[in-house]
Every structure is written in structure tokens, then in C-alpha cells.
């Protein structure tokens, strides 16, 4: 007897399926461990605020080295949270709103609560 194995059908019969599946929650998970660094929050709070920055500005914002901000903007871009434009010698970022809107529905709880009110 496998005692893992979850029923075909919940006692009480409360939900569905999860919508959630494991890919994209470790995506998710992802995006939510590149801003739960103080310094990464931000920074993408600043480049979302100004629209667009140039890496060159962000030490001064931040009061930290140039290889400190590089690495905390390696981190938030590879967790797709930031786009990376390179023009000469400068990398200018943006804030990618359609993985923040991503992160954002996925924790949306407004509609399950006004549905069990």
C-alpha cells in the first residue's frame, strides 16, 4: 500500500487542480529570492521608478562599488526581473513589467478572498 499517493478525489471537495505547477513555481521562486536582497529590491525599485538606467549611475544611488551593483544586477537579470541593453561601453537596464506582472498574479489572492466573503 502506497501511503504517498494522494486520493482521487479531496474530502471536501474544496478546489481544483492547482493552476501552479512546479515549473513555474521554481520560476517564481526564483524571482522572489533575487528581490529578497535589500540592495536588488532597490535597485528595482530605482530602475523602475526612472524608467530605464545606466549601470554607471547606480553605485552613487546605492552607496555601493561598481562590482557589488554588478553582481546584484547579474542576479535580478538572469532571474529575468531586468533587461540588460548594452550600448557602447554601458549596460543601460529596464524593469521586464511582464515578469513583475507574472510575480504579481501569482500572489494575487483578491479574488479568492472576495469569492469566500
Do not use: Y
Amino acid at each position: 500500500m502506497d501511503m504517498l499517493r494522494i486520493p482521487a478525489t479531496l474530502c471536501c471537495g474544496g478546489t481544483a487542480a492547482p493552476d501552479l505547477d512546479e515549473v513555474e513555481a521554481e520560476n517564481l521562486v526564483a524571482m522572489l529570492k533575487a528581490l529578497a536582497d535589500p540592495v536588488r529590491l532597490r535597485l528595482v525599485h530605482i530602475i523602475a521608478r526612472d524608467g530605464e538606467l545606466c549601470a554607471c549611475d547606480l553605485p552613487a544611488l546605492l552607496d555601493r562599488s561598481q562590482p557589488t551593483i554588478s553582481h546584484h544586477l547579474k542576479v535580478l537579470v538572469e532571474a529575468g526581473l531586468l533587461s540588460r541593453d548594452k550600448r557602447g561601453k554601458w549596460a543601460w537596464f529596464q524593469v521586464r513589467h511582464d515578469q513583475m506582472q507574472r510575480l504579481s498574479d501569482s500572489l494575487d489572492t483578491g479574488s479568492a478572498v472576495q469569492a469566500n466573503s
